[in-house]
């Protein structure tokens, strides 16, 4: 009887430890953003694996701009100019909370995006007379939160999305930037979430490359 109830009890902890090992389980793959405004349209392409985030922009004519390697659970952040073959790690400062001039509204509105159904965030920064719509999607994206809070504490804010609160696991599926009078400024779109198992090469920085104090 002791045996069968140490092996009901190995069964249970073996199955407690598979269930939290999947509810801890966060996204991994490759996600495509479209950056649109009236002068021209713009990508970024966003890599993670494990606790590593990769932050590719490209040009209207889809031409790698710039990439940053993120190590999140390091805080470390380095740039890389392709066309240079150089590379620099960036400062990160402490971490500082300046929001004074900003308010958040967790609006009732929702819609369907990409067949997630999202719901809109209203940020209004009134010292950078902007109000920016968020439509946020739930999900596995807990990744996206510490990447947005540690690029703000450097040089690189991914200023786009430097508005966005405390998200927790949501993304924004669509974002809509405009003056206080209502003019649209910007639109940034998600246009493909893939979940896959980026190549480990994609986060290293390149042998050949040299480290330097400045890029520019």
Request: charged fraction near 25%.
């Amino acid at each position: 009887m002791r045996n069968r109830y140490s092996s009901f009890l190995v069964l249970i902890i073996i199955f407690l430890s598979s269930l939290s090992t999947v509810c801890a389980r966060t996204f991994e793959g490759s996600i495509n953003f479209v950056r649109e405004t009236v002068f021209d349209t713009t990508r970024i392409n966003i890599y993670v694996k494990d606790s590593m985030v990769r932050v590719d922009e490209r040009d209207t004519k889809n031409r790698l701009v710039s990439s940053h390697i993120v190590n999140l659970d390091k805080e470390e952040v380095y740039a890389l100019s392709h066309s240079k073959e150089l590379y620099k790690k960036l400062l990160v400062s402490s971490y500082s909370n300046d929001n004074g001039s900003v308010s958040v509204k967790k609006t009732q509105n929702s819609k369907e995006i990409n067949g997630h159904t999202c719901n809109q965030w209203r940020v209004r920064d009134e010292r950078m007379n902007t109000e920016v719509a968020y439509w946020m999607c739930d999900g596995e994206f807990e990744f996206f939160s510490k990447l947005l809070n540690l690029l703000r504490r450097t040089e690189y804010s991914l200023a786009i999305f430097s508005a966005v609160p405390e998200v927790g696991g949501f993304i924004p599926m669509l974002t809509e930037e405009r003056t206080l009078l209502r003019k649209e400024k910007l639109k940034i779109r998600i246009v493909d979430i893939e979940h896959n198992n980026p190549s480990s090469s994609l986060f290293g920085i390149p042998s050949h490359f040299k480290s330097v104090n400045r890029l520019s």
